[in-house]
């Protein structure tokens, strides 16, 4: 007697298979074919909200001509620097682009152009005090990441910039003020119910 497997094991079985497939785009695998440069110097000080940063990328010519064909969006991204990653999980790099923390940050979401692509960037005040760098993911028709750039060698040792923004110190100081509110909000909910 032949046995089958229940059709929505079946099933199941393909959606574990392309979630699995879907998180295993690894950094390493992705080409590095775009040129990225920032305007800020190495080690300047930038200040959230009042400082701009423009940031410019473009297809690497010296590479073949149609090895971008499936190129279609371009994600901008700022990134910490490894001198600020040191002993914080939160900003950990991982070569699996689900689990890596190092660009939580989005700067540009948009369509690929081959060259004279360029986005000016102001600072928002939520971003932390850190040092950082930029990089450029491009994507397929897919929404896969497929290739990037960054405005920094492999090592991510040159041209980082500082951002000087909110300290964890300012976070702390405005949290009895939030959860304070959020008392009151609860308190005024409960009343309402109450009635």
Known sequence: MEVHPPPLLLLLSCFAIASYAQHEHLLSSLNRSLIVSTTPTPGQVLKIGVDQVTVTWSYNQTLPTAADSNYTRVQVKLCYAPVSQSGRDDRKTDDNLLNDKTCP??????PYQRSNSSFIWTIPRD?????YFIRVYVTDPDDHEVAYGQSTDPLKTTNLF???????????????????????SYAWLGVLFLM
């Open 127 to 131: 971003i932390p005090t850190a040092t």
């Open 162 to 184: 500082q951002i000087e923004g909110v300290t964890n110190d300012q976070v702390l100081a405005a949290w009895p003020t939030f959860k304070m509110s959020l008392g009151y």
């Open 105 to 110: 940050f989005d700067i540009m979401d948009g």
